[in-house]
């Protein structure tokens, strides 16, 4: 598998944080109407405070960036910890972190539920970022999203 860097965005930067709201939203190796619909009802992106057409070019580059790495059959693999870690070290301030892992939470939910793929990223996010189901948690109440049930789905085993 070819090895290409990822772009590179400011930390803390909206398009760092898009960029790993959009990585989680295909870790089920697609993108459902449901989670489209879902990031306009969440006003997602007001509260990444970037443009859409911003958040969309983002999209794109890291798509781009995903095709740089498929293999010679052209297999790419979603769920490689390196790239993912990459990500995610464009984000260290803690609360944009629970911020967009409480908005994906509400976006990979939208299509009924975390499938197996979704589970391991997301999993991998909360450990690499130090964050727990009730930081997730206390985000949906101030955000006056629906908040899941204690351990409900966001028991993630281990």
């Known amino acids: 598998m070819k090895r290409h860097p990822i ?46 057409s911003l958040f969309v070019e983002v999209a794109r580059s890291f798509c781009a960036d995903l095709l740089d790495t498929q293999d010679a059959v052209g297999r790419i693999d979603l769920l490689d910890s390196t790239r993912i870690d990459a990500v995610l070290a464009a984000v260290d301030d803690q609360p944009k972190r629970t911020l967009v892992c409480a908005l994906a939470f509400n976006v990979i939910v939208a299509d009924d539920g975390f499938c197996a793929s979704e589970v391991d990223v997301f999993k991998h996010v909360l450990i690499r970022w130090n964050l727990t189901v009730d930081d997730l948690y206390q985000q949906l109440l101030r955000d006056n999203e629906p908040a899941p049930q204690r351990g409900v789905p966001l028991r993630l085993a281990a």
């Open 7 to 52: 772009r590179y965005y400011r930390r803390n930067s909206p398009q760092a944080l898009a960029r790993v709201l959009f990585m989680l939203m295909i870790a089920d190796d697609g993108l459902g109407r449901r989670e489209i619909d879902t990031l306009a009802r969440l006003q997602v992106f007001r509260q990444l405070e970037i443009k859409r």
